[in-house]
């Protein structure tokens, strides 16, 4: 115990934040690392499987609301809007595992590019200390490399605002065209009627949603188009890891 007590004093006299004064190389770490590897990209694998199957819900549930709005000419357009709220529902929950998704794949990304892109470029197979803090500083207090808008932005531009527009369009053809066209305006708003709420009402909170997601759609993209941060999803902006003194053999990490 006093040989370890004086190995870690040595450690903290040559580097105050308790790293290594070396990079982390050798064939048991490469190996425990070609393993960590591996088990990173197939939890990012599972998760992403799971992405697929609230996808997949919403579009049944779609398909479902339109089978009974179309069913008959009496039938309401009521299953479509019942429709519309469900995929809000599957949306949020497919942006909550987008979330947990990319604490993964941010793993994977890491050992990617700080241990595998070396190796190829024939550098040897080495994670040098500023690029490792990064990794072991997730796999000690993990976190979020989305935020949810961002990750509902995202879900909606990749699919489920195609879903969203499918059912805006089949509302506007149960209330326009089914089972036959409207005469006027006055007929159509009658046609929007759903139970006791006016058809005006019904038809200003179905644009206020469509304007609500395309505005969030929009938005998200326009924020990640201009983010011009090398990595800005994986590593933040942090002192301890961008501006590190350099170490013998070491290159710092740049700042983009």
């Known amino acids: 115990m006093q040989e370890l007590d004086e190995e870690f004093e040595t450690?903290?006299?040559?580097?105050?934040?308790?790293?290594?004064?070396?990079?982390?190389?050798?064939?048991?770490?490469?190996?425990?690392?070609?393993?960590?590897?591996?088990?990173?990209?197939?939890?990012?694998?599972?998760?992403?499987?799971?992405?697929d199957q609230t996808t997949n819900w919403a579009v049944?549930?779609?398909?479902?609301?339109?089978?009974?709005?179309?069913a008959s000419a009496q039938a309401s357009p009521f299953p479509i809007v019942l429709v519309g709220a469900l995929c809000i529902m599957f949306l949020?929950?497919?942006?909550?595992?987008?979330?947990?998704?990319?604490?993964?794949?941010?793993?994977?990304?890491?050992?990617?590019?700080?241990?595998?892109?070396?190796?190829?470029?024939?550098?040897?197979?080495?994670i040098p200390l500023d690029r490792?803090?990064?990794?072991?500083d997730d796999y000690e207090k993990?976190?979020?490399?989305?935020?949810?808008?961002?990750?509902?932005g995202r879900?909606?531009?990749?699919?489920?605002?195609?879903?969203?527009?499918?059912?805006?369009?089949?509302?506007?053809?149960?209330i326009a065209m089914h089972p036959t066209d409207v005469d006027n305006f006055a007929h159509f708003m009658r046609r929007a009627h759903i139970g006791p709420i006016p058809g005006s009402l019904a038809l200003l909170a179905g644009l206020a949603f469509h304007a609500s997601w395309i505005y969030v759609a929009w938005k998200t993209w326009w924020d990640e188009r201009y983010d011009k941060t090398k990595m800005a999803d994986f590593l933040a902006s942090r002192a301890d890891?961008?501006?590190?003194?350099?170490?013998?053999?070491?290159?710092?990490?740049s700042g983009d």
């Open 60 to 70: 049944i549930s779609t398909g479902i609301g339109l089978s009974a709005a179309f």
């Open 155 to 174: 879900r909606l531009r990749r699919n489920y605002g195609w879903i969203f527009a499918i059912q805006g369009a089949a509302y506007y053809a149960k």
């Open 11 to 51: 450690v903290l006299q040559v580097d105050p934040d308790g790293d290594p004064p070396t990079a982390i190389c050798g064939s048991k770490e490469v190996g425990a690392l070609a393993h960590l590897y591996r088990a990173e990209v197939y939890r990012s694998t599972v998760w992403r499987q799971r992405l």
């Open 92 to 126: 949020m929950l497919e942006a909550r595992r987008y979330r947990f998704f990319y604490v993964w794949r941010f793993r994977a990304r890491v050992l990617e590019i700080a241990f595998y892109v070396p190796m190829l470029r024939g550098e040897g197979a080495k």
């Open 241 to 253: 890891v961008n501006f590190r003194p350099p170490t013998k053999g070491i290159t710092p990490m």
């Open 142 to 152: 993990p976190q979020y490399r989305i935020p949810m808008i961002r990750a509902i």
């Open 132 to 136: 490792g803090t990064a990794l072991s």
